[in-house]
């Protein structure tokens, strides 16, 4: 594929709002997660809250679209100019030519969740003032992004589970490749909910402690939320030396369980393979792999033994959902951005919560952060069903050097 530039991309999660509070805790391995205090929850695990989402206000004229997931989304694309740059595209290339292309996983069923509660007690009627288009509807995030951005390009959301907004990178390159748009706003914001936190706690995934992924003796997951955008378009003719490209993605489709990897991590493999490729690549120049790294020991050991196939001991690996949580729609996007951060900063995060290596999965793997020369990242995100994606990122300077 050829590549595209990241002229723009913010993260919010539980380690804070922007680049900024992003960098300084990935600098220092700090970890977000909190015991859960989240609405009525009565569960003994930790979360990866966002601060300050309740007291986000929406503009009056986007009220119909009011919930915890906008109001993240809100939240998120204020910060480091992002939204004032995707204006900026709009204004650029027009409107119709910026697609607005975001991930999730339960959108703002937390709205509808809430609504049950108020019921009417004889007909079981939802409350007059229940939208489900605005909130609920899977499609509201890319909706309410679009009216903000001004952008009237092609819109999606993608619904994959943990890949969700990670392949919104490959659909993007491949409209701009095909000539559709020129700059796509992509991201991915997933909020926390009663039906996430109950639903892994039924599947006996959620973990009683802060997440340790790939620990010997991981217990499984902390579901966070996070917001994270990038703007994607060509770079420019005279682009910054220290750009951070999307280089190339690889997306597969392994079916072996609805909830459980392929054992041996074969749609994994497929999918760091495609990216590769894509990026005309070989393993060998890959510098760092920011993992799916869920803690739960199926995941964690099916991506290990992929990894080990594919690129043996010699790269760097590690985990960011234990400084994170899972942010589930959300991670592939929030993890992409954390790579970016890699190239642009010369640092391998750790995985705060990891304490001792699963001896079984033979990785390179870091447990703190530290500084390295960085030229090409990898990450990757594993989601449900085996939809699996890998999205390969490099610097400029690295990518102009090579040819």
Known sequence: MSPLALSRYTATSCLGAGLAATRAALAAGRSGLTPCDFETVALDTWIGRVAGVEDVALPPEMAAYDCRNNRLALLGLRQDGFLD???????????????????TSTSGILETELAYRQRDPASGALPAGFNYRGTHNIYSVAEFTRELSGARGPAWVSSTA??????????????????????????????????????????????????????????????????????????????????????GSGESSDAYHMS???????????????????????????????????????????????????FGDRVPASSTKGATGHTLGAAGALEAVFSALALADGLIPGSPGTRALDPALALRYECRPRQAPLQHVLSNSFGFGGTNCSLLFGRLAAVEGAR
Do not use: W
């Open 85 to 103: 740059a995707a204006r900026a595209a709009v204004a650029r290339y027009g409107a119709h030519r910026v697609a607005v292309l975001l991930g």
């Open 260 to 310: 459980s990897p392929h054992p041996e991590g074969r749609g994994a493999r497929q999918a760091m393979e495609q990216a590769l490729a894509s990026a005309a690549l070989a393993a060998d120049a890959i510098d760092y792999i920011n993992l799916h790294g869920t803690g739960t020991p199926s995941n964690d050991a099916a991506e290990g033994k992929a990894v080990q196939a594919l």
């Open 162 to 247: 943990c890949s969700s907004s990670a392949k919104v990178f490959a659909s993007a390159a491949r409209l701009i490749e095909a000539g559709l748009v020129d700059a796509a706003i992509v991201g991915g914001v997933d909020s926390l909910c009663l039906t996430t936190l109950y639903g892994f706690n039924s599947l006996e995934l959620v973990a009683d402690e802060p997440s340790r992924p790939y620990d010997a003796a991981r217990k499984g997951i902390s579901i966070g939320e996070a917001a994270a955008f990038a703007l994607l378009e060509r770079p420019s003719a005279a682009p910054d030396g220290g750009t951070v490209l999307l280089l």
